[in-house]
């Protein structure tokens, strides 16, 4: 019994890359300014070169070429150093903003105090809560807002 067998042109039809969107150009974010916007970022939580090769598991010479913007990214390599700064992937890569830094890069050792608040109890976060909200009531001068 022979069977008839239907042919289809799946290769004639071929999506070619041509074909495919492409961002608009005043979109594409240079690798220098990637570069800079991930050493503002490292920066502003004090990490060195170094400390955020070893928490990404790369050379440090690799996070230096990425900053010095001779080194490009893949996307998994920047979704893994959003984690790593614990920013969105926009903050790297700029939201279409150009040399800003985003508002969630904290200075100074704000980021490790939050860090070690976060891992206390509920019940001595809330403690130290109020005493915080009680400082900048007082000393802000209405520039925050108590959030009990």
């Given at each position: 019994m022979?069977?008839?067998?239907?042919?289809?042109?799946?290769?004639?039809?071929?999506?070619?890359?041509?074909?495919?969107?492409?961002?608009?150009?005043?979109?594409?974010?240079?690798?220098?300014?990637?570069?800079?916007?991930?050493?503002?970022?490292?920066?502003?939580r004090e990490l060195t070169q170094a400390e955020l090769a070893e928490i990404l598991g790369t050379k440090h010479t690799n996070v230096s070429g990425v900053e010095r913007g001779v080194r490009g990214l893949t996307v998994q390599q920047i979704v893994k150093l959003a984690r790593a700064l614990d920013v969105s992937p926009d903050a790297i890569l700029g939201n279409g903003s150009k040399g800003?830094?985003?508002?969630?890069?904290?200075?100074?050792?704000?980021?490790?105090?939050?860090?070690?608040i976060q891992s206390l109890p509920r019940s001595k976060q809330r403690v130290l809560f109020e005493i915080?909200?009680?400082?900048?009531?007082?000393?802000?001068?209405g520039a925050g807002t108590s959030h009990h």
């Open positions: 022979s069977r008839s067998f239907q042919i289809h042109e799946p290769y004639s039809q071929r999506i070619r890359e041509e074909d495919l969107p492409r961002p608009p150009k005043e979109e594409v974010v240079s690798k220098k300014q990637i570069g800079e916007r991930l050493r503002a970022l490292r920066q502003a800003t830094l985003p508002k969630q890069a904290l200075s100074g050792r704000a980021p490790r105090r939050l860090e070690r915080v909200d009680a400082f900048l009531d007082k000393h802000a001068h």
